[in-house]
């Protein structure tokens, strides 16, 4: 499983084709965010949801089988039962990456994408992962001002 800022910039700078199963055309759910994001950062987003013909301007599939090209990264916005299935989909279209966002855990999924040969990302947002490693933390107003490094100045003390 890859964990660390080497890896996971290696996976967003080598993978440019995401997969979003569970993609929200709702403006205000996490998926709609993760994927605006993405798509307003070069990345091909494919939505996979039968809820929906469209999303964010983009086609929307069914499954990740009914996807007719072929697809880097698969981003679940799942409920963890339903991960090990999804894993089944992306090992069969040929995905390179299984990212699990956030508060989806799924060992089962991960054992069965890692033996596929398949880079297994868990418990991680690619929205937050590439604004950390990328410089696009301030997207949707992250960056507030609010919190500063800065010291403020001390009462009373004089700088000369």
């Not at 939505?47 to 679940?76: F, K, M, T, W």
């Not at 990212?99 to 398949?118: D, F, N, Y």
Request: with cysteine.
């Amino acid at each position: 499983m890859i964990d660390d800022i080497a890896g996971l910039r290696r996976i967003l700078m080598q993978n440019r084709t995401i997969a979003v199963v569970g993609l929200s055309a709702t403006w205000h759910r996490p998926s709609y965010f993760a994927a605006k994001y993405m798509l307003g950062h070069g990345y091909t987003v494919i939505p996979v949801n039968p809820a929906y013909e469209e999303v964010l301007g983009q086609r929307c599939y069914a499954s990740l089988r009914e996807v007719p090209q072929p697809v880097d990264i698969v981003d679940c916005f799942r409920r963890a039962e339903d991960i090990p299935a999804i894993a089944d989909e992306a090992i069969a279209i040929g995905a390179k990456v299984l990212w699990l966002q956030i508060g989806v855990i799924s060992p089962e999924a991960v054992r069965k994408a890692e033996t596929a040969g398949l880079e297994v990302v868990m418990d991680r947002c690619v929205k937050i992962e590439h604004a950390r490693l990328f410089g696009g933390l301030n997207w949707f107003g992250v960056n507030t001002g609010i919190v500063s490094s800065k010291r403020p100045p001390c009462a009373g003390l004089s700088s000369t």
